[in-house]
């Protein structure tokens, strides 16, 4: 397992948290996923508009079935481990007095959404790995997802488990992951390239 170091000092809780793949069978409960999604309800929105939307199951209900059924094969063979699936999605307008407008921060808003579940996950020992490997076609319509509302991601959650649990293929990848120096990716009044 690599080791990570920030750059500069920050609360251990942002290195610590990773997206692993392999879960224990170990369940969770409604009351488990309702603190995650109050977490996400808390995040920060654009003119307080909440456009983030969330569906979820635990494993062996209907509810998980639907999500696991629109992922991709791949995240198929390690998710169906996971005790709950949540999908974020968010609608991509506002409505004042009738009059519908484009809010150009729904998909900002609901990864602000996905990062507050992700921490709280953390804070309650559980582990959340958010995936993008999911096809629109299958996932949206198996929740009803409203016409013109965007699916951004699948996030599976649970008890983390050792890479044995996962396939070969898979188990090479479950480590966190390094990031670049924070001097890559921020200037000081410029926009790196």
């Known amino acids: 397992m690599?080791?990570?170091?920030?750059?500069?000092?920050?609360?251990?809780?942002?290195?610590?948290?990773?997206?692993?793949?392999?879960f224990f069978d170990t369940p969770m409960t409604e009351a488990q996923v309702m603190s995650l999604l109050e977490a996400a309800r808390w995040a920060p929105s654009a003119s307080n508009h909440q456009p983030?939307?969330?569906a979820w199951g635990l494993r062996g209900d209907a509810g998980f079935a639907a999500i696991l059924g629109g992922?991709?094969?791949?995240?198929?063979?390690?998710?169906?481990?996971?005790?709950?699936?949540?999908?974020?999605?968010?609608?991509?307008?506002t409505e004042k007095?009738?009059?519908?407008?484009?809010?150009?921060?729904?998909?900002f808003d609901a990864g602000s959404a996905w990062m507050s579940l992700a921490l709280?996950?953390?804070?309650?020992?559980?582990?959340?790995?958010?995936m993008g490997g999911f096809d629109a076609a299958i996932l949206g319509p198996a929740l009803g997802l409203?016409?013109?509302?965007a699916l951004h991601a699948?996030?599976?959650v649970g008890t983390q488990g050792p890479a044995e649990l996962l396939p070969e293929k898979t188990r090479a990848r479950e480590f966190p992951s390094p990031r670049r120096p924070i001097t890559e990716r921020a200037g000081h009044g410029t926009i790196p390239a």
């Open 120 to 130: 709280q996950a953390q804070a309650m020992g559980l582990v959340a790995h958010a």
């Open 52 to 54: 983030a939307r969330f």
């Open 97 to 107: 007095e009738g009059v519908q407008t484009a809010n150009v921060w729904h998909a």
């Open 2 to 22: 690599s080791v990570r170091h920030p750059d500069y000092p920050v609360d251990p809780q942002f290195v610590t948290r990773w997206s692993p793949r392999s």
């Open 71 to 93: 992922l991709l094969p791949g995240n198929q063979v390690w998710a169906g481990a996971a005790a709950a699936l949540v999908v974020v999605a968010s609608k991509p307008w």
């Open 146 to 149: 409203p016409e013109g509302y």
């Open 154 to 156: 699948v996030v599976a």
